[in-house]
Nanobody
Framework: QVQLVESGGGLVQAGGSLRLSCAAS????????MGWFRQGPGKEREFVAA????????YYADSVKGRCTISRDNAKDTVYLEMNNLKPEDTAVYYC?????????????????WGQGTQVTVSS
């Protein structure tokens, strides 16, 4: 059974940085993509970034492009989301997810497994 465990969330001041981790287990992920999504207070869940396990190709939401970097460590089956210059509007629960797809995508329906989420709070 696939398990995804996020970590690294916390409270940070505006302009600060955080690195989120997502440890995956339960199967071989070579043909999968990993994505990060977030859900802010009173908002719908939205796509943040995604990466292909096989070739490392990435895809970002416009709202975080230039401030976030998604990366993977295949040996550890772990995906990271480095977030810089954080803004109060980045406050959300961040979820990692995985699904079998050729290219990393932003559509939630493409992702079959989800983690429990990690809270990121950015103070102004």
């Amino acid at each position: 059974q696939v398990q995804l465990v996020e970590s690294g969330g916390g409270l940070v001041q505006a302009g600060g940085s955080l690195r989120l981790s997502c440890a995956a287990s339960g199967r071989t992920f070579n043909s999968y993509a990993m994505g990060w999504f977030r859900q802010g207070p009173g908002k719908e869940r939205e796509f943040v970034a995604a990466i292909s396990w096989s070739d490392g190709s990435t895809y970002y939401a416009d709202s975080v492009k230039g401030r976030c970097t998604i990366s993977r460590d295949n040996a550890k089956d772990t995906v990271y989301l480095e977030m810089n210059n954080l803004k109060p509007e980045d406050t959300a629960v961040y979820y990692c997810a995985t699904g079998q797809m050729l290219q990393p995508g932003s559509y939630e329906g493409e992702y079959d497994y989800w983690g429990q989420g990690t809270q990121v709070t950015v103070s102004s």
